[in-house]
């Protein structure tokens, strides 16, 4: 990205985080936000998926990132196609992808800092708006489909119930499932709002 993307997208950033300060969900394009606000768990249900989420990248983020990518890969084998990395890898060769290991772990840090600030989401609605704006339809994008998306989320609640570390029951699935649709709504409210940058 040149200096001026650079400056657009602190700008956007800054305008976002200021207006959803201001003016809270007021400015969120999503009419189904209060169905997924994770903002009203309880303390205990925070708990939950911050202990679980512990739990789950524990032993190597970023092998867990790329675990997640791979299952939804297999799951859905179209998603390939939105990676270059990825598009007619094989697994050994999506092993050595310094491309996908770096992507991943930007992934696993989304996911970390939503679930960091559960106490106070507010404060990262902003960056997943942003995040969404760099996926969407505009010139200097990656140009995703939004509703590939969900299919992450999908793969990450599959390796969480076979990790067996969990103690994963229902209550926790509905709890990540309604966790990662907030996450990737936030990021179609960014494809929406700053996608044709």
Known sequence: MDNEGVCL?????????????????????DPNHAKHDIGQFNTQQKNLLRNSWRAFIAD?????????FLRMFKNEPKTKDFFSFARGSSLESMKASTALLFHTGRV?????????NLDDINEAVPLLRQLGGRHGPGPNTFKVDESYFPHLGVAMRQLMKESGLLGWNSQLDGLWDKSYTWIHKRMEEGMKTYGEF
């Open 60 to 68: 190597d983020p970023a092998k867990t990132g790329f675990n997640m």
């Open 108 to 116: 696993i840090k989304y996911i970390s800092m939503v679930i960091d």
């Open 9 to 29: 997208t602190v700008l956007l950033h800054l305008y976002d985080r200021a207006m959803y300060k201001r003016h809270g969900p007021n400015v969120i394009v």
